[in-house]
């Protein structure tokens, strides 16, 4: 049986985790707001900290510097793009939906809605300017993003068709770049369906 200290201690450390997280998130959504109206390059620890309504010791005690804040903000966009695109297949899928191009056209509906719904932020990802070493990052993700494509298509490793998901995957992107711009709702919407049409007689070819 735990004793009270232990209850207690397990029960403070809860506490701390959580505060931390949160104090963590609202540094990273300050952040992002600073990185869209500045940029990276302009913007400063000075601005987030203000913009978070926290201190540059808080900020520190969480991130190394600006460039780690970016980096983390980009993870997380990039994780809730590929948590939309997921969710979207696993909605088809339990409606009855099982063949693999129709899945992949789902997933990317829900990943460029995403890049819709979060326009500033795939606009900075994907044109803005950031920290030494982010273009490899992005490669880095755009490769993941074949990889979860592959496996979706019945297509992994450097398998026939690998070549396939690819243009694909490429695609997708320059997709979630075009309806971030888009002028109105309604455009973007039917630039979404435009593109999702578009994938699917790529991938059915």
């Not at 997380?76 to 899928?93: E, P, Y």
Request: some cysteine; proline content about 2%; charged content about 20%.
């Amino acid at each position: 049986m735990s004793s009270p200290i232990s209850i207690a201690t397990a029960t403070t450390g809860r506490v701390q985790n959580t505060r931390a997280a949160a104090t963590k998130g609202a540094i990273l959504d300050a952040a992002s707001v600073v990185f869209i109206r500045d940029g990276y390059v302009e913007s400063s620890i000075a601005a987030i900290v203000e913009a978070a309504g926290t201190s540059v010791g808080s900020l520190y005690h969480h991130f190394s510097g600006k460039a780690e804040v970016f980096v983390a903000a980009f993870e997380r966009f990039a994780d809730q793009a590929a948590t939309a695109a997921g969710a979207a297949v696993a909605l088809s899928r339990a409606g009855g939906n099982n063949d693999p191009v129709a899945l992949f056209a789902a997933g990317a509906r829900g990943y460029l809605i995403h890049c819709r719904r979060f326009s500033a932020l795939t606009q900075l990802f994907m044109f803005g300017d950031g920290p030494p070493g982010f273009g490899a990052l992005r490669r880095r993700t755009d490769t993941q993003w074949v990889g979860r494509n592959a496996k979706l298509l019945g297509k992994p490793g450097r398998s026939s068709g690998y070549a396939l998901v690819q243009v694909l995957t490429t695609v997708c992107a320059s997709a979630g770049r075009e309806v971030a711009q888009a002028a109105t709702e309604t455009e973007a919407t039917e630039l979404i369906e435009e593109f999702c049409a578009l994938l699917v007689k790529i991938a059915d070819h």
